[in-house]
């Protein structure tokens, strides 16, 4: 598949969106610091807004998404290679529906990078879909993380954490879903009103208060984060 606008385009992530604005505020509440490193900036609108708050190093292996960057994220610093960050020198790392487009060699490397330029007792915050979601159980074949062919690595929470632990020697802090997005989820009319206005309004209450509220499997990606405590 072709990384280009219509890509972005088709995945909602051409434009800036009121999802960045919420991942911008768990990031303040649960990991904050004076510089962080964004794995896969894409067309930079998430590093234009946490460049409002601390310094960004972001990377991008996308030609057309570097392009953008640049003008959508005027005051990220856009790096080439991992080695060009110095040791301990971020604060935290972020990498919202990044990891799921990579397998587990390739991640392997990556953490140990991580390791190698995170400060002790810095965090990380990932996003990814959840394959044991109920978001997963009630659509089936028909799950949004399944309509992405670059989706390469899907996992369950308890999974990734595995991964991350036993891995990365990385401390999973916290876990929880980032809600409902692909209505309607039920069958009938009846159900619908009921069980899907429930969880919007769950959805809805999370993404305004900007922390967790909503168990790791209710919802269609799992958010973690991620303590280096080594």
């Given at each position: 598949?072709?990384?280009d606008n219509e890509y972005y385009?088709?995945?909602a992530q051409d434009k800036d969106r009121l999802a960045l604005g919420f991942y911008s505020r768990i990031w303040s509440r649960y990991l904050g610091g004076e510089a962080v490193f964004e794995l896969g900036s894409g067309v930079g609108y998430f590093a234009n807004r946490l460049s409002k708050k601390?310094?960004?190093y972001g990377y991008e292996i996308n030609e057309f998404a570097r392009k953008q960057i640049s003008i959508n994220a005027p005051n990220a610093e856009l790096i080439e290679n991992l080695t060009d960050i110095d040791d301990g020198a971020v604060d935290s790392i972020v990498a919202l529906h990044v990891l799921e487009h990579i397998g587990d060699r390739n991640l392997e490397e990556i953490g140990v990078s991580f390791k190698r330029i995170l400060k002790t007792?810095?965090?990380l915050l990932f996003v990814m879909p959840n394959t044991a979601g109920l978001a997963h159980t009630l659509k089936g074949e028909k799950w949004s993380a399944f309509s992405d062919p670059t989706h390469i690595n899907l996992k369950s929470s308890n999974e990734w954490c595995?991964?991350?632990e036993n891995r990365w020697k990385m401390k999973v802090i916290k876990k929880f879903a980032d809600g409902f997005y692909d209505f309607p989820y039920e069958k009938t009319l009846s159900r619908t009103i009921f069980f899907d206005s429930f969880r919007l309004g769950l959805t809805g209450l999370q993404f305004i208060l900007g922390t967790a509220v909503l168990k790791e499997s209710y919802g269609e990606n799992t958010i973690y984060i991620l303590e280096n405590n080594e």
């Amino acid at each position: 598949m072709k990384f280009d606008n219509e890509y972005y385009e088709a995945n909602a992530q051409d434009k800036d969106r009121l999802a960045l604005g919420f991942y911008s505020r768990i990031w303040s509440r649960y990991l904050g610091g004076e510089a962080v490193f964004e794995l896969g900036s894409g067309v930079g609108y998430f590093a234009n807004r946490l460049s409002k708050k601390t310094h960004v190093y972001g990377y991008e292996i996308n030609e057309f998404a570097r392009k953008q960057i640049s003008i959508n994220a005027p005051n990220a610093e856009l790096i080439e290679n991992l080695t060009d960050i110095d040791d301990g020198a971020v604060d935290s790392i972020v990498a919202l529906h990044v990891l799921e487009h990579i397998g587990d060699r390739n991640l392997e490397e990556i953490g140990v990078s991580f390791k190698r330029i995170l400060k002790t007792g810095g965090k990380l915050l990932f996003v990814m879909p959840n394959t044991a979601g109920l978001a997963h159980t009630l659509k089936g074949e028909k799950w949004s993380a399944f309509s992405d062919p670059t989706h390469i690595n899907l996992k369950s929470s308890n999974e990734w954490c595995e991964f991350f632990e036993n891995r990365w020697k990385m401390k999973v802090i916290k876990k929880f879903a980032d809600g409902f997005y692909d209505f309607p989820y039920e069958k009938t009319l009846s159900r619908t009103i009921f069980f899907d206005s429930f969880r919007l309004g769950l959805t809805g209450l999370q993404f305004i208060l900007g922390t967790a509220v909503l168990k790791e499997s209710y919802g269609e990606n799992t958010i973690y984060i991620l303590e280096n405590n080594e």
